[in-house]
Nanobody
Framework: QVQLVESGGGLVQAGGSLRLSCAAS????????MGWFRQAPGKEREFVAI????????SYADSVKGRFTISRDNAKNTVWLQMYSLQPEDTAVYYC??????????????????WGQGTQVTVSS
């Protein structure tokens, strides 16, 4: 019912910045809390950030707090992840995910109903 398409990944030097975008289909985008996850080679997928349905509350993994910012525009059916001061350990495939009618800020991937295909972020030292 919901299709998510990520974009904005690429190769960046350590200390640089990237802005990831996630475009959602449909006209009920505001019914979903939106999250970002990432998966590095040989590692499990991990939580990065979440924003609530209205966009007024956010939560971040400790590893990215202070460097990454999640935002959304429900009129545009879009969520972003602005990443500053990128480090090689941030290298991963980044996934956008949607959680239907959540009021909290879930960090468990099992709480999400829809997933995008992912976009590669590579940070060189």
């Amino acid at each position: 019912q919901v299709q998510l398409v990520e974009s904005g990944g690429g190769l960046v030097q350590a200390g640089g910045s990237l802005r990831l975008s996630c475009a959602a289909s449909g006209r009920t985008f505001s019914n979903y809390a939106m999250g970002w996850f990432r998966q590095a080679p040989g590692k499990e997928r991990e939580f990065v950030a979440i924003i609530n349905r209205g966009g007024g509350s956010t939560s971040y993994a400790d590893s990215v707090k202070g460097r990454f910012t999640i935002s959304r525009d429900n009129a545009k059916n879009t969520v972003w992840l602005q990443m500053y001061s990128l480090q090689p350990e941030d290298t991963a495939v980044y996934y956008c995910a949607a959680a239907f009618r959540r009021l909290g800020l879930g960090r468990n991937e099992n709480e999400y109903d829809y997933w995008g295909q992912g976009t590669q972020v590579t940070v060189s030292s």
